[in-house]
């Protein structure tokens, strides 16, 4: 059986090993149900186009900005929560927040209605992550917790590729079915009746985080938060902030570029292949479901292992630069997979593209986590999700619909909208990345020393 480490801080032994990992696999299970609940609106965008009577760009908001806005604004004061009160309490009650809005997003009768259960979804899963890292970082030392954290973040690639696997299964269950009535909501259509089924899944992730053990908190002697009053206020916050300005600002733009890119990419790679290829939304869902699920999760696991490897051997800097060079490998394959002239070709290319999309996935939090003292962990996570997520999710999904809409005015360009942006999003956003390290470096040497 594993031992458990001693904690240099001063903090005691650090919890079991096999129990950390357990809360992780718990967590990881929440984050995959919130991607179902978040990313099952990406196979239904054409029945929603349809019945809804609604464009790319209305649909695009749907996915990202309804989601994005009250997610990443109602982000921080409930990470300032979590770093004061009991963080397992407050992930539960998101959960029955999303889900039940997830739900609702079955009863919309049009787009107005469907825009503010999205809005009700992302008001749910802002408490996860926030305090999934904050618990984390109270189970793992620092050269393990990008591995922890890449672990944790697999939850993006289950639960997209099974939103896509589910998805695809419902909608070939009820394709072709009349529309059913319901009590109280009335009737309701194929796709509709896919939220209802997806927002029940909620259920079971409640019952086990209820298994899951409120860590005590670590590092709360960390350099530069004082050890009497509150040392989760504001000033304190914004005096990290201050001492760690040039980090901080091309940590959160260098992620959100790739995270419009990689967004963008994502949301609508489903269509790309209705559209240009002609597939059933039901065969590219299973196709993609898969993909994403085994080599997405891999991609991820694998970013995880090369920064702890990395860290491991000296690089103070291993979690920002394995992500920095995953994004610029990933290039050429985001570009060049929906310029592929056969659906087969395009299927090779989303494969190794997911692959490398991922690798970086868990480790912009893990990096920030390393830097961050214990009582302002959920609240930094929470400000780099509110400025990446409310730019990536927020324009990803609709930069490339505007491409579409307004740059090349016809739905059968798609596939150029998608290259576009992937060209000049994940560059840029790699570069920002290269910068980073520098000022990352003192910013990990000043924690270190604390």
């Not at 209305?58 to 997610?71: D, N, P, T």
Request: glycine residues 10%; positive net charge.
């Amino acid at each position: 059986m594993a031992e458990p480490e001693a904690d240099p801080s001063g903090d005691g032994e650090w919890p079991n090993p096999v129990y950390s990992w357990y809360v992780v696999a718990v967590l990881m299970l929440a984050y995959t149900n919130s991607f179902i609940d978040r990313q099952i609106l990406n196979l239904l965008i054409e029945p929603i186009r349809s019945d809804l009577e609604v464009s790319d760009t209305q649909v695009s908001l749907l996915a990202g900005f309804a989601f994005a806005i009250f997610y990443t604004l109602m982000g921080v004061p409930i990470a300032r929560l979590a770093d004061q009160k009991n963080r397992k309490v407050i992930i539960v009650a998101g959960i029955a927040v999303w889900s039940a809005m997830t739900a609702l997003c079955g009863a919309a009768r049009n787009f107005w209605q469907l825009f503010f259960a999205r809005v009700g979804v992302g008001v749910g899963e802002a408490t996860l992550s926030p305090a999934a890292f904050s618990i984390m970082s109270d189970y793992f030392p620092k050269h393990k917790i990008a591995r922890a954290f890449s672990v944790y973040s697999m939850g993006v690639y289950f639960g997209a590729g099974l939103a896509l696997i589910i998805g695809g299964a419902v909608i070939r269950l009820v394709e072709g079915a009349d529309a059913v009535t319901l009590p109280v909501v009335g009737e309701v259509l194929p796709w509709q009746i896919t939220f209802f089924y997806v927002g029940l899944l909620g259920l079971p992730i409640i019952l086990l985080l209820l298994t899951v053990r409120e860590p005590v908190r670590r590092g709360l002697k960390a350099v530069g938060v004082p050890q009497t009053g509150n040392a989760s206020s504001l000033p304190v916050l914004l005096a990290f902030l201050r001492i760690n300005k040039a980090t901080v600002i091309l940590h959160f733009l260098a992620f959100s570029a790739i995270g419009i890119g990689i967004l963008g990419f994502m949301t609508w790679t489903p269509t790309l292949f209705i559209r240009t290829w002609g597939w059933e939304a039901s065969t590219i869902g299973l196709a993609y479901g898969v993909i994403m699920f085994v080599l997405g999760t891999a991609g991820v696991y694998s970013g995880g292992f090369v920064a702890d490897w990395l860290e491991q051997r000296g690089r103070k800097d291993a979690i920002l630069r394995a992500a920095c060079y995953s994004g610029i490998v990933a290039v050429p394959f985001a570009v060049a997979t929906p310029l592929m002239p056969t659906a087969e070709l395009a299927l090779i290319g989303l494969a190794i593209t997911s692959f490398l999309l991922a690798f970086p996935q868990g480790l912009p939090a893990a990096a920030l986590q390393v830097i961050t003292p214990n009582p302002l962990r959920a609240q930094m996570t929470a400000l780099y999700f509110l400025v990446g997520n409310l730019i990536a999710l927020g324009f990803g999904p609709t930069l490339v619909a505007l491409v579409t809409d307004y740059g090349f005015g016809d739905p059968m360009k798609l596939r150029y909208s998608m290259s576009v942006v992937s060209a000049t999003m994940i560059p840029l956003g790699a570069f920002l990345a290269y910068l980073s390290l520098k000022p990352y470096r003192a910013s990990r040497a000043r924690a270190d020393a604390g």
